[in-house]
């Protein structure tokens, strides 16, 4: 059976189709810059990737780009082979802890969060509304970033301000990139032999967050209301004094929507190395950039500390630490860095073995602490789409 994986953004949709419940991939891909003269897309199949080019006004333009793609390829012979698509959708708050069937509820819903998901829930309800005129009658799911970090005790997600804020506004910390740490959760309770795992696993990449995860469910997360909260990212600043959005709007005199668009796409290794990919700052820094040193000083000081902190929230029982995402999985010299800050804790990196694993060598995954090391570190690829898929999949089949 073949289910579809969907992730739009504003100005872009990704996709996979999947063979279930063998989860293999038939075909993924990619359409940029949606609304825009250049849009393009990128589509592999069987190990080959095919480009294609022209203008789409919006989403709808590109889920026919999608179609297209599907049946152009052979990836289905009808539309009728698709048993079900899966939606990324950002946020869940408080009432989605898992995923859901996609009803005329689930879309007000969407649609009433958007307030909190203000720079991606437009694209999202853009790709459903999309795919629901296209496929009337085939079920969808919207699978929450969001969903999997609603374990977490209210002492971890309360923040300490006014409390008629949480109840009035729904201020409160809600964690995003929930299916990667789902995903990840999910393949270390396999590897480890346990339900109950403790694990503080590292989602670094463009975007980046933290978990805490306790006897196998999440239990703190560095990110909060929005994706802008916790660590460093590539262009996000992550945690700063909140009086500085104050300062700033006065000395500059941007509103408040400016100066957040500044600490959402210009900060973060941007602001200050001038490059927003990690591979393009240890480029600068091996060349003596001194603010591309800086960066990724600020940047590998922020895991490491948050990774002490957690390690002190499970009171030590920890019984693996997991690198993934683009930097977690690739970034050799980030996570050797990363695990030299936090070697008072007695975890020892293998220098040869961390040197041997990334998605562009041999090895993908691995165990990258040396066996004197107090805590196993692993690196894990992670696959949001097949836990979308796999979500999906569950659904649809208990729905019948």
Partial sequence: MKYLCVNAGSSSLKFQLYEM????????????KIGLEDSFWTTKINGEKIKGAKYLKDHSAAVEVLISELLDNNAVKSLD????VGHRVLHG?????DSVIITDEVIEDIKELTKLGPLHHPGNLAGIEALRKVLPNTPMVAVYDTAFHQTMPKENYIYPVPYEWYLKYGVRKYGFHGTSHKYITTVMKEKL?????????????????????????CYDTTMGITPLDGLMMGTRSGSIDPSILEYVCKESGDSIFDVTNTLNKKSGLLGISGFSDCRDVEAAASSGDERAILALNMYNDRVAKYIADYYI?????????????????????????????????GIK???KANESIASFKDIHEGIISAKASKVPVYVIPTNEELMIAKDTYNLVNQEK
């Fill in 21 to 32: 419940p063998e989860e293999k991939v038939i075909i993924s891909g990619y359409i940029e």
């Fill in 81 to 84: 082979e698709i048993k079900g």
């Fill in 93 to 97: 708050g408080e009432k989605y802890s």
């Fill in 193 to 217: 032999k346990k339900d109950d795992v403790n694990l503080i696993i590292c989602h670094i990449g463009s975007g980046a967050s933290i978990s805490a995860i306790k006897d196998g469910k």
């Fill in 313 to 345: 929230e499970l009171k030590g029982e920890v019984d693996a630490i997991v690198f993934t995402a683009g930097v977690g999985e690739n970034g050799i010299a980030a996570r050797e860095a990363i695990l030299e800050r936090v070697s008072p804790l």
């Fill in 349 to 351: 990196v293998d220098k």
